[in-house]
């Protein structure tokens, strides 16, 4: 049998070969990811005598175009979680470091682990677009939290407050109603200089302008209180022109972070699991495709352990002759993006207490045993992903939906 190992990096791996009792098949060699050089690649591995099976690391994207030359062309392919590499063979007190060494160091990690190796097959086009999409939309959304900061701090010295005048949810577009109000009325002194009735009248015809509902209480309230306020900063153009370019980049990417929103919502309705998803409490437009598109197809996953292993919610175990711990830390060595999801679904389950729910049934009598927050949450976590294993699994199994498998979870 020859154990291929691949050390991927941006652009070219090194690939190498050996057999059991550490025979070098094929020294360290450079190959670029072009598809000439991918297809002598996998011609030449194809050519070996023996049953051969290629491994390496599932590493961000870099791995992908290799994975899937070689599994197109008919090799045996597996895609590993690089922190068991990390931890494989470390019995030497030399300390190297090379893409040479590391390619024969997954070799050598396939060999003992022949029989453990799981084929890497690819994900659907669905899937692979829905994951992609969501890695941008939580970036951007990260950014527009930015954003939405700085413009908060600049507003802080030219109108205190303005961003707590109202609570309007976000619209379709993006657009938020104290940021429209703030890129109209920028200073207090916009407010407070041109006195009340021309204020309220100038108010009422903003409001026509962007859709707002006028409420004539509301109006006198923020004159009254723009009264008291006190602004560092001067109303010049100097200081208009930051807070206007704040909020111009605020809604620029307010806008793109809710196109990804509905397009991530509209590609997630294309998936078999889609009604299963979002019939469970707390995940909505939202949430729901971003489950979908870190999990992937639950049927990739051995059992309910893999999966909460794959998140990183998982007990530890801490045990030694008479000595057991009662409570270990999770592992956190799955996917951050999934665990990030996770705890929003919590955050929402808390918001809105459903007591019909059995995860917030479960959340809230480990938060009634004083247990802390990071313990109860991740314990909910836990408890969601072993629903939705159950659940979806049936149901795609139900509906006879081809399996999708892209090896990308931690073995157990």
Known sequence: MNAVG???SKGKSMVAVVRPFGELVVKPYEVRHTSSELRELANSLKSLE???????????????PVAQMLHDAGVFVSAVNPLLIKEYGNNSLRKVKTDKADSLKIARYGLDNWVEL????SMDTIRYQLKSMNRQYCLYTKNKVAFKNNLIALLDQTYPGVNALFDSPVRTDGSQKWVDFAASFWHVDCVRSIGESAFVERYHKWCKRHGYNFNATKVAEIYADSKELIAML?????????????INQLNSISKTVEVFRSEMNQLA???????????MYGVGSSLGPQLMAEIGDVRRFAHKGSLTAFAGVDPG??????????????SKRGSPELRKTLFMVMTVLLQKAPPDDPVFRFLDKKRAEGKP?????????????????????????????PVDMDSTGLSR
């Open 373 to 401: 927050y990071y313990v109860y949450m991740t314990a909910g976590c836990n408890k969601l992903l072993r629903i939705y294993y159950g659940k979806v699994k049936e149901y795609l199994n139900a509906v006879n939906e």
């Open 269 to 279: 309705e294309q998936l078999p699991e889609y009604p299963v998803v979002m019939g």
């Open 50 to 64: 023996g049953e051969t099976r290629v491994v390496l690391e599932h590493t961000g994207r870099y791995y992908e």
């Open 317 to 330: 175990a801490n045990q030694s002759g008479t000595y057991e711990a009662i409570s270990t830390r999770s």
């Open 118 to 121: 799981r084929e890497h097959t």
């Open 6 to 8: 691949i050390d991927v």
């Open 234 to 246: 001067p109303k010049n153009p100097l200081s208009k022109v930051m807070v206007q370019e704040a």
